[in-house]
């Protein structure tokens, strides 16, 4: 079973950054695009931040200007540094890869680490 390796999560005082990594395997092939998703407690996963093998970003709102997303292609591993970081930011956050899978594209993801933001 392919598995996605996050790290950095952890509790923040608002105001503080953290850094977030994700590392895929050597097993996936070629991967396209990669990014951040997080879900807070009773609400939907949202996006938070992709970014493709070009290195074209895409940013969700509520992130605009202080979360940056990087990735290492060499290393299969996509980075997610966050600052002025707000409790409302407190959620699961979850890494996406997407690759080509036989026909189609899959998505693989990661298995979650908790981003808790203190006001």
């Known amino acids: 079973q392919v598995q996605l390796v996050e790290s950095g999560g952890g509790l923040v005082q608002a105001g503080g950054s953290l850094r977030l990594s994700c590392a895929a395997p050597?097993?996936?092939?070629?991967?396209?695009?990669m990014g951040w998703y997080r879900q807070a407690p009773g609400k939907q996963r949202d996006l938070v931040a992709t970014?493709?093998?070009?290195?074209?970003?895409n940013y969700g709102d509520s992130v605009k200007g202080r979360f940056t997303i990087s990735r290492d292609n060499a290393k299969n591993t996509v980075y997610l540094q966050m600052n002025s970081l707000k409790p409302e930011d407190t959620a699961v956050y979850y890494c996406?890869?997407?690759?080509?899978?036989?026909?189609?594209?899959?998505?693989?993801w990661g298995q979650g680490t908790q981003v808790t933001v203190s006001s």
């Open positions: 996406n890869v997407q690759a080509p899978l036989y026909s189609g594209i899959y998505a693989y």
């Open positions: 050597e097993s996936i092939f070629r991967i396209n695009t």
């Open positions: 970014i493709t093998n070009a290195g074209t970003t």
